[in-house]
């Protein structure tokens, strides 16, 4: 069977739960799913010192799977959890600060890149990848078409990496995929039923497998 690297990837994005354990769990169970490229852990509303004992929980777990633990929120949280990398949605400025400050240490990544003019101000700057849409972005059982042809653009044209906000319905990563991106990010889609989390990410990898184009050497 042909390997998930010539294809694009699923990102998962951690659930907004107030308990820890439980949200780290859920997490551990999805993850047996099938692959995942990386995990992003948002701050959510989470003073620094409760993110920190999310992270602390979820960090282990994501990179015991074999996928990278990017923190989405306090740099500080990341290096003390000792997380794989960094999420920014902030300003370029913002991305450009963590980018001289960590990499190559973490990854970094983000963008906060809604149109092209940003999207190319972003790239720039050389992060590890660019992200279009919004973590909670995931409101319509479909990808915001307008993330998906962003995608399409920068991947098209661009070397540095994309992930893509899929929508609630686990099928959305297959518009995704057709754009030519490299990872599709999911929320709801997997999360929304946590009993149901490692069968929808077994379901997403076998349409991927199944449907998605695949990238040349």
């Not at 279009?132 to 915001?144: Q, R, S, T, V």
Request: contains cysteine; hydrophobic residues 45%.
């Amino acid at each position: 069977m042909t390997g998930p690297e010539n294809r694009c990837r699923l990102v998962l994005i951690v659930p907004d739960m107030a308990d820890a354990s439980e949200q780290a769990t859920i997490v551990a169970d999805a993850l047996r799913g099938g692959d995942v490229a990386s995990v992003i852990i948002p701050q959510y509303g989470l003073d620094d010192g409760t993110f920190q004992k999310h992270a602390e929980k979820l960090v282990p777990v994501v990179q015991a799977a074999g996928a990278a633990a990017l923190i989405a929120g306090d740099t500080r949280v990341a290096g003390r959890a000792k997380a794989d990398g960094l999420h920014v949605t902030g300003s370029p400025s913002e991305l450009e600060e963590a980018i001289e400050k960590f990499v190559p240490k973490l990854i970094v990544g983000g963008g906060n890149a809604t149109d092209r003019h940003h999207a190319l101000e972003v790239g720039e700057l050389r992060p590890d990848y660019v992200f279009f849409g919004k973590l909670d972005g995931d409101i319509k059982p479909e990808a915001h078409p307008k993330n998906v042809a962003l995608g399409e653009w920068w991947a098209s044209m661009i070397e540095i990496p994309c992930i893509v906000m899929g929508g609630t319905d686990p099928a959305s990563v297959l518009d995704v995929a057709a754009a030519g991106v490299e990872f599709v990010a999911l929320r709801l889609a997997v999360f929304s039923d946590p009993a149901g989390a490692p069968s929808i990410v077994a379901q997403v990898n076998a349409l991927l497998d199944e449907k998605a184009p695949r990238f040349e050497d």
